[in-house]
């Protein structure tokens, strides 16, 4: 089993900027990808950044692509959400996953753990 600890959320005002983390425990060798998401009450989870977890390959939706930056250090075993120019728009509780596969859904379904969430709030 992998467990996952997120830290780092807030609140910020529009144009403000925060740095989430996410420390993996456990049998951490068996993954392969680790990501990112996000979700709005009422709404689905949504992939907001992945990064491929030996290569460093990365993905960043278009809602955040130029804004975010997703980085690991294997050392570690922790991930990183840098986001900057946040706007009210990224309020979400955000959630960290981790996958036994290198596949390339981007589905929530397809990631095997996940942390238990921490909230940013953005305000105008």
């Known amino acids: 089993q992998v467990q996952l600890v997120e830290s780092g959320g807030g609140s910020v005002q529009a144009g403000g900027s925060l740095r989430l983390s996410c420390a993996a425990s456990?049998?951490?060798?068996?993954?392969?990808?680790m990501a990112w998401f996000r979700q709005e009450p009422g709404k689905e989870r949504e992939l907001v950044s992945r990064i491929l977890w030996n290569s460093g390959n990365t993905y960043y939706a278009d809602s955040v692509k130029g804004r975010f930056t997703i980085s690991r250090d294997r050392g570690q075993n922790t991930m990183y959400l840098e986001m900057n120019s946040l706007q009210p728009e990224d309020t979400a509780v955000y959630y960290c996953?981790?996958?036994?596969?290198?596949?390339?859904?981007?589905?929530?379904?397809?990631?095997?753990?996940w942390g238990q969430g921490t909230q940013v709030t953005v305000s105008s």
């Open positions: 996953a981790a996958d036994r596969d290198s596949g390339d859904s981007r589905s929530s379904r397809s990631f095997d753990y």
């Open positions: 456990g049998r951490t060798l068996i993954i392969l990808r």
